[in-house]
């Protein structure tokens, strides 16, 4: 591929044009990690409502529970309890994983690890910020309608989610704002497989990529080729609600029409289970690259990481139906969908043994990227290895919308993605702002973190394998249920420890920003390309345009000379 | 407030729950069905597997962050990991969980569907409930004395499903307004209920008592309290209440209703 | 002038760019289109009651002015490769005149299923019908509106440089995937 070198544009010098309707990637990058840790914030504190609910039956929610809910003297009223866990799960995947995970990483780390000054398309990347602002916009609006927001699940089944199950507009302007998010995430994704594809430095092949980048293209493969599955969904159910298509009516309650529900339900899980992988791909090429970083060794087996991780790309468009095994699909679909579930095991664990391949025999420092890396292979291994009960089908029937779904997917989903996201903005803190954090706040964040983290989703798989079913208000109404109280009560406990950890890393991340130390050009001693540059990077990325030499991670070659363990990627190869 | 309520009663009346073990209160709510096992073999089976590779992860996180630490190892062992011997224990490590537990669990799980729960049972022994779910209610209905679905004489009920031991039971439903599902715990099971459409399952019963039926798919506000109950006879018990049901069913039904016939002809 | 070699990178990324969008769009409408496949295939009737006769005049019309669109477009791309400015012009408008008339024939495609008596409520097929070419006609619009924006660009054109080439071409692209797009549905929907 012949090289291309982008102009060095002249420093943007008016407030609006630097920080709010910037062209430059890295700073569309923070926009993005902005938004995203707010609706991380506004999600959490759902979360926390929802938990309240579920151990505190009756009692009012703390702080600003009378202010909210005054009928109720601060409780949390049922309709507005499916409300939470709705925009729970609709916020923490669209508006705080995806902003945080592929816009701000994305955005920041791809241009400047494959050694270009922005990318591809800079004024379509600042847009896709913009359009996600009014996507945001959109859905916190949907709040504020007389019936409120919307109240189906994020899975927005019809034909709950159609008019007979949900009149209100705030379930119509939850799916624009989706679709909204859609196109938004979709102009981010054309712009980075671009990028990675036309713009890599001289030199650089695929396989010299950082494996960070090569998370962030596949998932931004799946994206482009995915969302618009979802986008169509959400057409057909906004016009089902406002133009009285009849797509996904059915039954007694709707007038006349024979539409299918179950038609919504392929078409958002071809979309969804893609979904979960573009969603989790990010954290994995980041911690494939940090667990090098910090061992002071290669990664192991590099090559067959990403190979594996796009295999497991290409096999995630195949095996949708595993969310669907209760809705009586024909047998042979469902025994094909739980046989091809299956084979995504092999690729899986080939790269999660390749993770541990990478720490053993390293010389492991653990600074806290580093910590956050190894807690993501202590819960995606976890979490992984649950997820084989439910492509089961006949444990699957009993497991189905019970809590040990709803643990299995946050242990793989949340708490992989957020202890990746973590080790990533402490990684690239100073190269992103010029400061390093606290480390002594970091390992103390770490630490509570993952305890509490543990006892949500460990709780949540037990109190499942028990039984309790997923959305309710109250699960105390089911004789069933009644043992599991106290499980419940210890899961929300867990819940306000791992919440009330994150003012560590609020603290720590604020006050780095306003008086943190100041950053090396290379405090981690690591040779990937935005490492070779100033901290924080100038805005034109690289003054001349490095030429690639050698892999990504070069680290621990006996034949270096003393005193340095590493080589930039700019170095030739020490060799014997 | 009538759900807040409840939740207090609910809460406290604890005492005989209070007594028990973490280890008890994880258990599955008890197994009442004859098929039930093989469902929960199969999760122990791979509760063994899992745990057993997950020690063996967690050795390689703890044992290499312990052993490997910079403290330790000053030197790191610079491979890019691609010799032969790093990719036969790699392969060897892949090809152990995927042939111990996905082989394995895939294929006792698909002889399983075959010959049990997608095997639906057949002929006149069986016991045979039409489901009609909705927002927020079960409704059921026994063909009664002509043993025809949708007819004068069909037993209805609403969250009330009365069933026999040692019988195979199939369930037909579908659901009023949006998708709800049949869940019983005790029988391990649940199958969704869909507007539109027809779904069943099939289960046979082995202990008596009363047990709960829940909603598992989220329904709406009160998705929560679509709490039915099932209670189980002995084959005696049961064709008592039959008969007796089938006495009373001329005065209860009020065939001038149109409501009443929510039922359809039943699919073989 | 640009150098050859930046000219061939220009237009690696261009077509790169080209087909992950147009597979994007691909995917909304296969989306679509397996719906509609579904549906069909299990539907125990077909065409449902009352469907019989959907008209197929003004399909038909739609079909041709897109086609002659998409024509005049290729014959306006052809002159501006070679810098015939003046010509490439009047086939540009041309196009956007008959993208202008496809839009009118929807709206004679729609009134005149209405008049049969069909609407977006007659059913899940009705549903299609109307669903399927609305959001047709949105791409159609957003193409409409790039055809204005190259007619402003060419308006004041003196020279043809090679970024202008290959404007044209992606938007051709983009065109001629809408015509092929109704085509399908005319095939699908209206014909068969």
Not at chain 1, 286 to 298: A, E
Not at chain 1, 447 to 472: C, E, K
């Given at each position: 591929m012949a090289f291309y070198e982008q102009h060095i544009h002249e420093a943007p010098k008016t407030f609006l044009k630097k920080y709010i309707f910037s062209f430059d990637h890295k700073v569309i990058g923070k926009q993005f990690l902005w938004y995203g840790i707010f609706f991380l914030g506004v999600g959490g504190i759902m979360a926390l409502m929802i938990r309240w609910a579920l151990a505190f039956p009756g009692v009012a929610f703390p702080l600003f529970g009378q202010f909210l809910f005054p009928e109720t003297g601060g409780v949390i009223p049922p309709d507005t309890y499916s409300m939470l866990f709705t925009l729970h799960g609709t916020i923490m995947i669209f508006y705080a994983i995806t902003p945080i995970l592929i816009g701000c990483f994305g955005n920041f780390c791809i241009p400047l690890m494959i050694g270009a000054r922005d990318m591809a398309f800079p004024s379509a990347n600042m847009l896709s910020f913009w359009v996600a602002v009014a996507s945001g916009v959109v859905l916190l609006a949907s709040l504020f309608t007389p019936l409120g927001g919307a109240a189906g699940g994020w899975t927005s089944y019809p034909t709950l989610s159609t008019l007979i199950g949900s009149p209100g507009v705030g379930q119509t302007l939850w799916t624009l704002a989706i679709f909204i998010l859609g196109v938004s995430s979709t102009m981010g994704a054309i712009n980075y497989i671009t990028t990675v594809i036309t713009l890599r430095a001289p030199g650089m092949g695929y396989f010299d990529m950082p494996l960070t980048v090569w998370g962030l293209w596949l998932t931004a493969i799946l994206n482009a080729i995915f969302l618009p599955v979802l986008g169509a969904g959400c057409l057909l159910l906004i016009f089902d609600r406002?133009?009285?298509?009849?797509?996904?009516?059915?039954?007694?309650?709707?007038?006349?029409?024979?539409?299918?529900?179950?038609?919504?339900?392929?078409?958002?899980?071809?979309?969804?289970?893609?979904?979960?992988?573009?969603?989790?791909?990010?954290?994995?090429?980041?911690?494939?690259?940090?667990?090098?970083?910090?061992?002071?060794?290669?990664?192991?087996?590099?090559?067959?990481?990403?190979?594996?991780?796009?295999?497991?790309?290409?096999?995630?468009?195949?095996?949708?139906?595993?969310?669907?095994?209760?809705?009586?699909?024909?047998?042979?679909?469902?025994q094909s969908f739980m046989t091809l579930t299956m084979t995504i095991s092999i690729p899986s664990t080939v790269f999660f043994f390749n993770w541990l391949g990478t720490i053993w025999r390293g010389s492991i420092r653990f600074d806290s990227p580093m910590l956050f890396s190894l807690g993501v292979l202590f819960v995606f291994g976890l979490g992984g290895l649950t997820g084989l009960y439910l492509g089961t089908v006949t444990t699957d029937i009993y497991l189905h919308d019970t809590y040990f779904v709803v643990g299995h997917f946050h242990y793989t989903m949340a708490a992989s993605v957020l202890l990746g996201g973590f080790a990533g903005i402490y990684?690239?803190?100073?190269?992103?702002?010029?400061?390093?954090?606290?480390?002594?706040?970091?390992?103390?964040?770490?630490?509570?973190?993952?305890?509490?983290?543990?006892?949500?989703?460990?709780?949540?798989?037990?109190?499942?394998?028990?039984?309790?079913?997923?959305?309710?208000?109250?699960?105390?109404?089911?004789?069933?249920?009644?043992?599991?109280?106290?499980?419940?009560?210890f899961i929300t406990w867990s819940a306000i420890l791992m919440g009330f950890a994150q003012f560590f890393f609020l603290y720590n991340f604020i006050h780095a920003l306003i008086k943190g130390k100041k950053a090396e050009d290379n405090p981690w001693n690591v040779g990937t390309l935005e490492w070779t540059i100033p901290s924080p990077a100038p805005h034109y990325n690289f003054k001349e345009i490095p030429v690639v030499k050698c892999g990504p991670h070069e680290l621990g070659n006996p034949l270096l000379s003393e005193g340095k363990d590493f080589q930039y990627q700019t170095e030739e190869l020490v060799k014997a | 407030m009538l759900f807040f309520d409840t939740a207090k009663a609910a809460t406290t009346d604890l005492n005989p729950v209070q007594q028990m073990s973490l280890w008890d209160r994880i258990q599955p709510p008890v197994d009442i069905s004859a098929n039930g096992h093989k469902i929960m073999d199969l999760f122990n089976y791979t509760t063994f597997m899992v745990i057993f590779f997950f020690i063996l992860v967690c050795i390689g996180l703890f044992g290499f962050a312990y052993f490997y630490s910079h403290k330790r190892n000053k030197k790191p062992y610079y491979t890019y990991g691609n010799k032969k011997s790093h990719k036969n224990v790699g392969l060897a490590f892949g090809m152990a969980v995927f042939i111990l537990i996905d082989c394995a669990i895939t294929i006792q799980s698909n002889n399983d569907l075959v010959n049990t729960f997608f095997k639906f049972p057949k002929g006149d022994d069986v016991v045979r409930v039409e489901i009609m779910a909705q927002q927020w209610l079960w409704k059921f209905r026994y063909p009664g004395a002509d043993n025809v679905f949708n007819t004068d004489d069909d037993i209805v009920t609403i969250n009330d499903l009365r069933l026999p031991i040692d019988k195979k039971v199939v369930v037909q439903m579908t659901a009023k307004d949006v998708i709800h599902s049949f869940y019983l715990p005790n029988v391990r099971q649940k199958r969704d209920a869909m507007p539109g459409r027809l779904s069943r399952m099939w289960f046979e019963l082995k202990k008596t008592g009363e047990f709960d039926i829940a909603c598992a798919e989220m329904c709406g506000t009160h998705h929560y309290i679509m709490k039915g109950k099932l209670t189980v006879y002995s084959q005696e018990d049961y064709n008592s209440w039959i008969e007796q049901a089938n006495k009373v069913v001329k005065s209860e039904n009020d065939t001038e209703d149109p409501d009443l016939y929510w039922g359809w002809k039943w699919q073989e | 002038m640009q150098s050859n070699k930046v000219q061939n990178i220009e237009k690696v990324q261009s077509s790169i760019t080209m087909i992950v969008l147009l597979v994007s769009f691909s995917m909304l409408f296969a989306t679509l289109f397996l719906g509609y496949m579904v549906y069909r295939v299990r539907a125990t009737v077909w065409p449902p009651m009352g469907m019989n006769d959907l008209g197929l005049v003004y399909p038909l019309v739609s079909t041709v002015i897109i086609f002659l669109s998409s024509a005049a477009y290729y014959l306006f791309e052809n002159k501006v490769n070679s810098q015939k400015i003046n010509d490439a012009k009047s086939y540009l408008f041309t196009s956007l005149a008959l993208g202008l008339g496809f839009c009118a024939s929807q709206f004679l495609v729609w009134r005149d299923l209405a008049i049969r008596g069909i609407t977006q409520s007659s059913g899940v097929f009705g549903s299609m019908l109307y669903g399927f070419t609305w959001i047709h006609i949105a791409h159609v619009a957003v193409g409409i509106l790039l055809l204005f924006w190259m007619a402003h660009k060419v308006r004041g054109l003196v020279q043809v440089e090679y970024r202008d080439m290959l404007r044209v071409k992606n938007v051709g692209m983009f065109w001629h995937f809408l015509g092929l797009v109704w085509l399908i549905m005319f095939l699908g929907l209206f014909v068969f």
């Open positions: 406002v133009f009285g298509t009849h797509f996904f009516l059915a039954g007694a309650a709707a007038t006349s029409g024979n539409g299918d529900p179950i038609l919504f339900q392929h078409v958002f899980w071809i979309f969804g289970h893609p979904e979960v992988y573009i969603l989790i791909l990010p954290a994995w090429g980041i911690v494939s690259d940090l667990l090098s970083f910090f061992s002071r060794k290669p990664a192991f087996g590099a090559k067959a990481t990403a190979l594996s991780m796009t295999s497991i790309t290409i096999l995630s468009t195949l095996v949708y139906g595993h969310h669907m095994f209760t809705t009586s699909m024909s047998p042979l679909l469902t990684f690239w803190m100073p190269k992103m702002f010029g400061v390093m954090m606290n480390e002594c706040l970091a390992k103390i964040h770490f630490w509570i973190t993952m305890l509490g983290l543990n006892g949500v989703f460990m709780g949540m798989l037990l109190v499942g394998y028990g039984g309790m079913h997923r959305r309710l208000y109250n699960p105390f109404w089911y004789e069933f249920l009644q043992k599991l109280i106290p499980i419940n009560t | - | -």
